[in-house]
């Protein structure tokens, strides 16, 4: 566990810990994994954060009641199946 709160490679015990901490802290190819990941991670939170947006906003359009099913998936860009189970989520 001391290896996990240690920020500097140097002051960990577990040398094979300590060696990748320093491949992804200290070189070029480690940073750039690290940040590859970090940019896609940052893109998957940014897609899901999205869809619960439009899920909400599908959710709002069902609960007015002033639009057909179509509509609300075309204008969510949810599927028709999607917003189907919305509904039913809501009338449940």
Request: with cysteine; proline share 1%; glycine share 6%.
């Amino acid at each position: 566990m001391h290896g996990f709160s240690c920020t500097n490679p140097a002051d960990m015990y577990y040398d094979v810990l300590a060696d990748r901490v320093k491949f992804f802290k200290e070189s070029k190819e480690g940073i750039a994994v690290m940040c590859k990941a970090m940019e896609d991670m940052r893109n998957e939170s940014l897609q899901e954060g999205m869809k619960e947006g439009m899920k909400a906003a599908a959710c709002r359009m069902l609960k007015a009641g002033k639009y057909e099913l179509e509509e609300i998936a075309a204008i969510s860009g949810l599927s028709h199946d999607e917003v189907k189970k919305l509904q039913m989520d809501q009338t449940a």
